[in-house]
């Protein structure tokens, strides 16, 4: 991996903005290893997609995102919308507040252990989602590698993205969630996943790649990165002190028996609502529904 022209892709602000105080030390321990790069810093939302599909288009064939999970989706878009996405490979080096990439591809969450694996000859294929949503009367479409949705969990990341951004953590995570609690009403659905349409009110619907998303919540132990099927968890018409209860055990992901909670394998899935009804992908807030989930297997290359 050391020979490939490598390019580091580092947002500064991630991690309540302690990305920037770590990165000369990151610098220091990617040289060490033997990694020759160049880098870049980001400089606001949107810019590492720009920055990753330039240098993939450019004849990098190894992009490292150092920053959190929204950093590494920005990096994957830039990848897959490039003319050499099936030719250049994904490092992480987890900087973030939430690391739930990395948890669920097995890569270190401390920085200094996922540098030394940075060189490492190990890739795993994994599948990526597309979805495709509404954002200021335009229909756009996103790529994410862990898990995207609409409903409760995207109102806490609105709420989240509120809070300052020098707590570090599951704080604003967990903040937002609080915040949104008291005023979230759940919301009628229709969801059509492969095909089985269905009508009702829910919570939320999460569409994973990955297991694991708010910051270390396990709300789908069984989903694979490189299985070709998303996992569908449709939480349904649950009350705020029945969330409350189940909360401590979404983070040990034995929620699954919960009669509300169901999950479902698919390959496309789409949420149609009558009300405004939030989306999210990876962390990052998107815009609204009706939105559409698909598959793409096998579509990114990363060094676990």
């Known amino acids: 991996m050391s020979k490939l022209r490598t390019k580091v892709i580092v947002n500064p602000v991630a991690g309540a903005y302690s990305t920037r105080r770590k990165w000369p030390l990151i610098s220091k321990l990617l040289k060490r290893i033997g990694l020759s ?29 150092v920053g959190g999970d929204g950093t590494v989706n920005e990096v994957a878009n830039g ?22 990439f990395a948890r669920s591809a097995g890569i270190p ?17 994994i599948d990526v989602g597309v979805i495709e949503y509404q954002s200021e009367g335009q229909t756009l479409q996103r790529f994410f590698v862990n898990a995207a949705g609409a409903g409760f969990d995207a109102a806490v990341v609105k709420e989240t993205e509120r809070f300052p951004k020098f707590f570090g953590g599951t ?3 967990v903040a937002g969630l609080v915040r949104t609690l008291f005023s979230y009403k759940n919301k009628p659905v229709v969801l059509n996943v492969e095909g089985e349409v269905e009508s009702c009110r829910v919570l939320s619907v999460v569409v994973a790649n990955g297991g694991y998303l708010g910051g270390g919540m396990h709300i789908v132990p069984g989903a694979e990165l490189g299985d070709s099927l998303l996992d569908v968890a449709i939480i349904g018409d649950m009350g705020k002190f029945e969330l409350l209860k189940e909360l401590p055990k979404v983070y040990k992901g034995t929620h699954v028996n919960h009669p509300k909670f169901k999950m479902k394998k698919a390959t496309h899935i789409t949420v149609e609502s009558p009300e405004p009804m939030l989306v999210y992908a990876d962390g990052e807030l998107l815009g609204e529904c009706p939105a559409s989930f698909w598959l793409m297997p096998a579509a990114l290359s990363i060094v676990v």
């Open 171 to 173: 704080i604003p995570y």
């Open 37 to 65: 790069f160049d880098f870049e810093y980001t400089e606001g939302v949107g810019h590492a997609i720009e920055l990753a599909r330039t240098a993939a288009s450019d004849g990098y064939r190894y992009l490292v995102a």
């Open 79 to 100: 990848i897959l919308y490039s003319t050499h996405a099936t030719k250049t490979v994904l490092g992480v080096v987890s900087t973030g507040t939430g690391s739930d």
């Open 109 to 125: 969450r401390d920085y200094a252990t996922a540098c030394s694996a940075l060189t490492s000859s190990r890739r795993l294929s």
